[in-house]
């Protein structure tokens, strides 16, 4: 009861918005039962979460995994894979990563917490992956809670999902929408939404471009799902620019507008002109836009 954090939850925003990075600061938050520092972390602050971060993973109390189109049932839970020590064909139970930290959670009898990191969630059939798990992450269905519920699975082994164990994903918005994720998943997730920070990016054209670029996005499509995130901009200075732009953001627009050149094109040209950025567009006619710094006659190279 009155747990800090919830026992399920997603950190959702736009490409680069730090979502990843961000789990490090999750997860030693849950593992210290405190509120995560997510801004204001100095350098050295940072070297040191990673390193506590990566001996809690060795000590088997955080699992990082990430889901793709292939990651399924047998990976996640439980699964056959075929014997190599046997002289004849045959296959054994290997237990999948989910099922490992829960049982290892479900023995732990001190009281610590465990985290388990499933990175781009979205991009596995989540139903699938999780099977009775679903069920089992409930709040109240965890064990030890008055709920509790376990199963048994095909191999026989009883399965549960103890209250000491975590689960964060993180998605981007842009892959797709929250709308678009299974019922039953959004129901036992809480979401968290991980917004573009541009005080985050120091050189202040920079920030401007970053700022003036997001307004425009939003107000062309009434969304916050596709936006770019203040990562693009971060430790650049502003000869960078171009470079960002046409390296990093201009294909995003493209996709977020479906290779609609004229968009593209307002996009920008909007952009620039509130930012007071000295670039200009380059339309090469055969290729996509760029951008280059004004009075530059070597083009966008």
Not at 5 to 33: Q, W
Not at 130 to 152: A, P, Q
Request: aromatic share 8%.
């Amino acid at each position: 009861s009155n747990k800090l954090h919830p026992m399920n939850f997603i950190v959702y925003g736009a490409p680069g918005t730090g979502k990843t990075y961000s789990m490090v600061e999750y997860a030693l938050a849950i593992i210290d039962e405190k509120s995560p520092k997510l801004t204001g972390v100095t350098a050295e602050e940072r070297k040191e979460n990673v390193t506590r971060y990566k001996q809690l993973i060795k000590d088997g109390r955080i699992v990082f995994t990430t889901f793709h189109q292939n990651y399924g049932y047998e990976e996640f839970i439980q699964g056959l894979r075929p014997d190599t020590d046997s002289p004849t064909m045959a296959f054994k139970t290997v237990d999948g990563v989910f099922k490992k930290i829960a049982d290892k959670a479900l023995q732990d009898t001190s009281g610590n917490n465990y985290v388990i990191i499933i990175d781009e969630i979205n991009r596995a059939n989540i139903s699938k992956g999780f099977g009775e798990s679903i069920t089992l992450s409930e709040d109240d269905k965890r064990w030890g809670e008055l709920n509790e519920t376990c199963v048994t699975l095909q191999s026989g082994d009883v399965f549960a999902v103890p209250n000491n164990l975590y689960i964060i994903g993180t998605m981007n918005s842009a892959d797709k929408s929250i709308s678009l994720i299974d019922a039953a998943l959004r129901r036992r997730f809480s979401f968290i939404e991980q917004l573009p920070n541009a005080m985050l990016v120091e050189e202040p054209l920079m920030r401007k471009v970053l700022q003036e670029l997001n307004l425009k996005l939003v107000d062309e499509l009434e969304s916050t799902d596709l936006l770019v995130g203040h990562s693009y901009f971060m430790n650049r200075s502003k000869n960078d620019l171009c470079d960002v732009l046409n390296n990093n953001i201009i294909p995003l627009l493209y996709e977020y507008f479906y290779d609609n050149k004229k968009k593209v094109a307002s996009i920008l040209q909007d952009t620039i002109k509130k930012s007071d950025a000295e670039i200009e567009i380059v339309d090469e006619k055969v290729g996509r836009l760029k951008v280059k710094p004004k009075g530059d006659t070597d083009g966008a190279e």
